[in-house]
């Protein structure tokens, strides 16, 4: 059974930080395209940032400079480093697996992020 398990999410003021993690189970990590989405009230879930099998990454324009995505194979986790959040950043993060080779995805559950002003 495959389980994608976020953590680290909670309430924090503008400007300041929070860590991410994604801790997954039941695939075969490091072959596997790690991301995170989130979704804020009202609108559609949205791509943040990913982080390849190579260790190439991709953001979100509206994230660059401020969010940074990891992995550590021999854990088995994704993390995202939030730094300078902005109300904005308010949203469910979700963590998300996929193989294209195999069309094979996963989600986790989400973790709540609110920003206050």
């Known amino acids: 059974q495959v389980q994608l398990v976020e953590s680290g999410g909670g309430l924090v003021q503008r400007g300041g930080s929070l860590r991410l993690s994604c801790a997954a189970s039941?695939?075969?990590?490091?072959?596997?395209?790690m991301g995170w989405y989130r979704q804020a009230p009202g609108k559609q879930r949205e791509l943040v940032s990913f982080?390849?099998?190579?260790?190439?990454?991709n953001y979100a324009d509206s994230v660059k400079g401020r969010f940074t995505i990891s992995r550590d194979n021999a854990k088995n986790t994704v993390y995202l480093d939030m730094n300078n959040l902005v109300s904005e950043d308010t949203a469910v993060y979700y963590c998300?697996?996929?193989?294209?080779?195999?069309?094979?995805?996963?989600w986790g559950q989400g973790t709540q992020v609110t920003v206050s002003s």
């Open positions: 998300h697996a996929d193989r294209s080779t195999t069309r094979q995805e996963f």
């Open positions: 982080i390849t099998r190579g260790r190439s990454t």
């Open positions: 039941g695939i075969i990590f490091s072959i596997y395209r």
